[in-house]
C-alpha cells in the first residue's frame, strides 16, 4: 500500500444530504485502494457530519470531514478541502454528482503513463435523467491546450479532473470570486503551466434532476461571471492573437444559455455579437434561429435535439 499514490478526494456540500451519500458511496466503492477524502460542509442549515458517518467508509485510507462557520460558497469550499489534502494526485466531486468504480484507477493508470509535463487528467461523463442514460460527453483535447480552451472548447467540470498535487506550487487554487465558470477559469490557468491528457470514457454520472446547480444561476453568469471572464482573460488572448476568436467563443456560450433559461433577448444580443465576431460559427446560427421566435421556436427544437441524441447518441 505505501508504494501506491495517495490520491485525495475534494467533495464540498451544501444541504444535499441524499445526493451526498450518493456521492460517497461512489467514492467508497472505487476500485483504487488508496484514497482519502475530505468532505467540506459550506455550513449546511443542519450539519451533514451524521451522513457521512453512515456512509460505510471502511475501504478509504482517511475519512476528513471540516465544517465551514458560515456559508462561503463552492470554490471557497473548495479551496479549504484542497488545503486539508495530503496525496500525491487530487481529485474532486461535486455532491449532486458520483464516479464509476473504475474512475480514479483508471486517471492514476492515465498519469503514470503519460509524460512529466501533464499535469491533469479528465474523464467524459454520462448524463442521467431520472435515473436513465440519456447521454454521454467525452472531450479529447490533450496536451497544450490554452489556446483551445480560450476559443472556447472544453474538457470536462470538477467532478471529472484530478490533477498532480504539485500544480498548486505553480497555479494558484480556483478564484472565489466566480460565481459560476469557476471550473473553466482554473483550467486556462492549469493550463499555461501543464499539459492535460484524457480518459476517452464517460466514468462520472451527472443526474440532470432539479435546477439547483450553480451554474444554472442565468443572471449571475450573465452580470458577474461573464464580465469577470472577460477581463481576466481578455489580455491573455490578445498577447496570443486570439483576442476576436476569444470574445466570439464567449459571446457564443452566453448566447447558448440565455436561449436554454428563456431569456431569449439576451440570446439573440449575444449570439449576434458572436457571429459578427466569427460568422462561421455554424451551431450559433443554429442557437440563433432557435431564439428568434422564442418559446415557441426553442422548446420544438429542444425536444428534437433530445431525441436526435437519445437514436442515434449525438
Known sequence: MTSVPLVSVVLPTYDRPDRLRRALESVAAQTYPSIELVVVDDCSPTPLEPVVEGVDLRSLRHVVYLRNEENRGGNATRNRGINACTGEYVAFLDDDDEWKPSKLARQVATFEASDDDVGLVYVGTELRQNGRPVNTV??????????ALLRG??????????????????VASPDERFPSWSDREWFVRLSLGCAFEAC?????VRHLEGDDRVTKNYVTKRDVTYPLFMETFRPLAAERGMERAFEAAMAGKMGRTAVQHGHYTDARRFLLRSLRLDPTDLEAYLFLATALGGRYTYAPARRGRQLLHRVVGL
Open 138 to 147: 467525452v472531450h479529447t483535447l490533450r496536451g497544450w491546450v490554452t489556446d
Open 153 to 170: 472548447e472544453s474538457i470536462s467540470e470538477y467532478s471529472g479532473v484530478m490533477v498532480r498535487a504539485d500544480v498548486f506550487d505553480t
Open 200 to 204: 476517452e470514457e464517460p466514468l462520472v
